[in-house]
Every structure is written in C-alpha cells, then in structure tokens.
C-alpha cells in the first residue's frame, strides 16, 4: 500500500482495464478497428493493457508522442492533428520506421511534404463535421480533389476521412450525441460514396469518446479513435458517457486547512495538479470537481467539490457533518472534470496497489529539444 | 537567431529586467524588503537575475521549489503555502540547509511541528484578508493566540503575519485594488500593533502582484513577495498593474491551417502549452491570449485572439487583411492569459536572441518521487 504524503494521482486498474475491454468489445460487435488515442493516458504501461486486450494500431497528438510509443514497440501510428510542415524532419524520421498516418488538410501542406518526405507517409484528410476547429469542408470537394491531386506519385498515400467531432462535447444528454452523430454519420458516408470509385480502400475514421461511448451503431465507419475512455471523467460523466464507477483515476491530496465555518477545507491540489477545466452542476454552480474519500481498494461515492482553485490550493466545500470528521493530516480524493489535463499535469501515477506507472515526460515538444 | 518548429516559450529579456528593476526600485523607496515569488518563473536562470539586482531572499510554492532553488545557492526561503504536516522530514531537511520560513495557520500544524522538527524554522501565520482562500481570520485573535503558544519553547519561531490578497484578482481598476488593499492594510496595521509589544520583531509581509505593482505607499508593510511581475500578463494588464509592452513572454507557435472564410488559423497551440486560463475582453467575449507576430528583436501589438484552444489546437481569430498574408508554416506569436500557468507548461523557455533558459523539471511532487 502506497503512503501518501503529497498530491498523488491514483489509477485503479480494474475500472481502467474494463473500460479497455468494453470499448475493445464494442468494437468488435460493430465490426470497427479500434486505434485509441492515446493522448489521455500518455503511458507505455498503459498502452501495454490495450496491446493485451488485442489493439494493434494506436492514435496521439503530436510527433512527440509518437516518437515516444514508436520506442514502446507500437509499429502502426496516427498523428491525430493538422501536420505542422515545420517538422517535416522528424515526421520523415518517424516514417521510416513505423506505417505512420498524418492529417493533411490543405494543398500547402500536402505541397510542402510531397517535396520533404524521403519514405512513404499514409495521409487521412481531416473532415470538418460541425466543431470548426480544424479539418476541411464536407461541402467544399474541390480542396479535396486538390489536395489528393498533388499527393499523387508521390510518398504521399491517401488513407481516408478522418473526424473529431468536437460538438458532441457539447451534449447534455446521449440523445444529444446520437443527434449531432446521425448529422456528420450521414455526411460520411456521402462522402465514402462519393470517392470510393476512384479509393476503393479508403477509410472512414472517427475521433471522439462521447459518440465512440453512446451510439449504437457505427454502420459505414471503419475505425474509432477515442481516447478519454480509458480513464472516463466528470465531463463524461455529465454528457453520459459514463457512470460514475467508471472514472478509473483520483487525485489524492493532503488536507492542510479546515474551516469548519464556511464548511470548506484546504488541500494541496492547484492547477498545478489538476489542470484547470471546471464543470458547472445542475444549478450552474461551477466546480473543479468531485471530493471523494480514499477506501483501502478504491473510493466512496463523491461527498463534496472542489470550488476553487490557484496554482497549489484547492478549496473543497462538504457538507457540515462531513467537515467535523476531517482534520489537518487526513488524505482526500479529487475526481478529475477533465481525466486528460490531471494525468497530463501529474505526469505519473501509482495503481491504487501502489505500482507506479511511468507516462511520457511531460515538457511538451519545443525548438532545440 | 532561433529557428522555431515547434510551440517555444520566447522570452525578452530586456523587459524582464526591466520588471525586475522596477519593482526592486520599488521597494527601495518604499523601505520594504522585495522578497519575490520565484512559483512564476521557476528558474534559477531568472533567479540569477534578481541576485544580480540586490535580492536576498525569495517566497516559493512548495517544498520541491524551495528544494529546487536552495540548490541554486539561495539561502533565504519562504515556503508561502499553509504547511503540509505530512511532509515534515523534507521540510526538516531543508531547515537544516536554509534560513526557512513556512506557514502555520493552525493548532493541528503547530502541534505536529513542534513535535517533527529537529532544526529551527521560522513561521509566519498567514491572514485571510478578505480572500477566502487559506490564512486565519484576523478578526479570531484566539487562534493566533493558541499557535504562538504552543510554538514556545520549540524549534518554531514567529516572524510575523503573511497576507495574499487574492481578491486584488478581481478588481477592474487601479483604483479598486487601491480600494482593497487600504482595507487590508488597515487591519494588517492594527494586527502588527497588537502583537508588537509581544514581539517587537515581527514582520508584517504581502503578496499579491495587483498591489504590489499599483499601491503607491507600504507604510506598515515590512516585505512584499510579488511573483508574476517578472513576466506579466493579460490577467493583470486588465486589472491595470502593467501595460501590454512590459509582458516579457510570449508563446511562438506554427500556423497549422488557414481558414480565411471564417477569419481563423490554427496553430499548434493548445492547453498543454499555453494553460487553460482565459480572460474576457470589453465585450464580455472570452479569449485565450492575443496573436502578435513575431520581429526581429521582439514582437508586434496584438493583431488578433485565441478564441477557442483544445490539448494541442488554438484557433485564432484574425481580421480580414490580416489572414490575408498568413501562410501554412508562419510562426505566430500568443501573448499569455496567465504567465504563469504558461511558462509552467512549456517548462523552459528561450530568450529573443536563443539563449535556453532552464525550469524547475515540471513534474508537481508526488509521492514516491
């Protein structure tokens, strides 16, 4: 049993590992591959439990994190994010030694690397459902013909369509997400008709863990690519994705201060732990998330929230017969709003058995590094 | 020159001294010790520049920054968070290596203290002037009372009362933060008078950027610990304590994508470099940072803003004649919400003219590390 004396992520790998099995068998009764993303956990140990339920091919965020699970022995990797040409270098590297896809969103792009890539690079287009963060038009197909114009004869190789679709975020309820999914699911397979003459292999690929969660039926798609899965949080939670039970990490923290007049206790946990992402309840109240209490295999039902937040403290309000049991010294639990952010700040964790589970250094990638 | 490919901190140093002189000047006219707050930059490079300008002493976060920067040949530490019981053996260790100043706010600590410590510590009890975050009510002379007794005859030594007036955050005007910081000033005053008999020596300290930066006379105020000055930022060029030219930061990151239809590009910029903060501008809309472009010696006023950013993507939003002459592989600059959340993200920086500056490694302390 691990001693906590200081701000310490938790992961209990037995929620961890059913939610693997239940997206791997989701995929399988959908007849999908499942290429998760990998940017939540950003941990080879991690990533070993999907090779062990069976996943062959994975998806990140940036060159970096596919550098870093190349060197953890994963041999088929999607950069899920619009190719930064700057690093053509590197990409090129990276190619040469894993079946490597990138997203390539316009004719620049596409030009720049048909000049710098000296091995043989798949490419997804990124298709812009709805969320206009990145990724091209649907209805505009000429960027499209343009771009799958000059890639070809060259060691550009078109793979298919791939979406983020970021508004399903947006959903208060599963109903929600299978309505905005129904929408961009339609434009897919449009598009998947429309230029499988020409790309008979091509293939659809979707992005998010909200729709990956909820719907149903993913007919037309060829693979999913969610990420927050594997350890679910409380914005999840709040679209209904998951239940509560499925959050599979915990932020353990020390209780400096208690106030039992404002029922509001002091612990060490800042942004600097949690990242920063809030979530409003019910009635609109924000919090920077749930108050647990640590049990000896995992932890209770949440007893309060986190309602403030600067770089080291965290402010918890719980009710009053809750505050008189807790004193300075005692170690609390914190259920991330945002699973990503929290393991990404921490940067390790320890299995609630005490295992310590190593993830990517964490400096992000920089010039000169 | 740098050669950027990637998102870089850039830093200039010029007006970083520049930042650094004015508050040290400051200090020297107002006849109160500038004991800066190091949690913003967290480099001992930039920590050499304040010892270069005079400074003696320095206030950090946590005990792994306090560990970080007495490797760095600093000898006069103020640990300025509510002191975490569970870790006395580390702060023990370090009282034996410099003159070490914690926070006891409360009985529990000062009893658990004064039972672990075997070299002496100065402590200060922090006071909650109004921010409601941690520190003792002034208005309770009780507890204040109750901590200096049990800390007799121990190796706790009293140096006097600390205050971070975090609500100065909130304020819209310099005259508002005036309007705070008279009534905190007040009751700091008649606090030091109270107990000044007793302790003829004690030590009446402050924290906060917004006052420290604004007010213009400290009578009373022995020593103030402002931190993210050294770089400022939009957070407090709204609440007035500096101009857009003295932020000495700036994030340059590569343009990924250009949508001129809709007046966005998108960089490779997302929560992982720049932290999560956002600010609202006149009009109530929320934004993450504004664009400039990047000079030969610095950078240019804001061109545009972050409106929207995710793990790795920030989408910008440009007038019209500017995307115009905006291209897939420009590199673009962000002048940060909060420079403190960003330069903790990258987690080291470079100067205009490419010198590397090196950070504290960013992984929080963590149990088992």
């Known amino acids: ?3 906590i004396i200081r701000p310490t992520l938790l992961l209990h790998r037995p929620t961890c590992e059913a939610n693997i099995r239940k997206m791997v068998n989701k995929a399988e009764e959908q007849k999908v591959q499942l290429i998760p993303h990998f940017k939540t956990h950003q941990s080879a140990t ?17 060159v970096k994190m596919a550098n870093y699970f190349s060197k953890n022995g994963w041999k088929d990797i999607t950069i899920a994010f619009p190719v930064n040409i700057l690093d053509a270098e590197q990409i090129d590297e990276l190619a040469a030694r894993v079946d490597l896809k990138i997203f390539i969103n316009s004719k620049e792009a596409a030009n720049s690397l048909k000049e710098q890539l000296k091995h043989p690079v798949k490419f997804y287009i990124e298709i812009d459902v709805g969320d206009h963060r990145s990724g091209v038009d649907p209805d505009d197909p000429d960027i499209i013909s343009e771009i799958l114009r000059l890639s070809r004869n060259s060691n550009l190789h078109f793979e298919g369509f791939y979406t983020h679709a970021g508004h399903t975020y947006n959903a208060a309820s599963p109903e929600e997400v299978e309505q905005i999914a129904g929408a961009f699911l339609k434009k897919f397979r449009s598009l998947k008709a429309e230029f499988s003459e020409e790309y008979p292999n091509l293939k659809i690929a979707m992005g998010d863990t909200p729709s990956c969660s909820i719907l149903k039926e993913l007919e037309g798609i060829d693979s999913i690519h969610p990420g927050n899965f594997v350890y679910y949080d409380l914005v999840q939670y709040g679209i209904g994705s998951n239940n509560l039970e499925e959050i599979a990490i915990c932020l353990a923290v020390p209780v400096v201060a208690v106030h039992p007049e404002r029922q509001e206790v002091i612990v060490h946990s800042g942004w600097v732990h949690q990242g920063k992402d809030s979530i409003a309840d019910a009635n609109g109240n924000t919090h920077y998330g749930f108050v647990v209490k640590l ?30 049991n807790i004193q300075v010294g005692d170690v609390l639990g914190i259920l991330p709003v945002h699973a990503c952010a929290t393991a990404h700040m921490m940067g390790k964790l320890f299995t609630t058995e005490g295992e310590k589970i190593q993830m990517m250094p964490r400096n992000p990638e920089i010039s000169g590094s």
Do not use: C, N, Y
């Open 46 to 62: 991690v990533g070993d439990w999907f090779k062990a339920a069976g996943v062959k091919a994975i998806t990140v965020t940036s």
């Open 295 to 324: 049990t000896a295999d995992k932890w209770s039902a949440p007893i309060g929230k986190v309602i403030k937040l600067s770089q080291e403290h965290g402010v918890l309000h719980l009710p009053k017969e809750r505050i008189e």
């Open 1 to 3: 049993m691990l001693q």
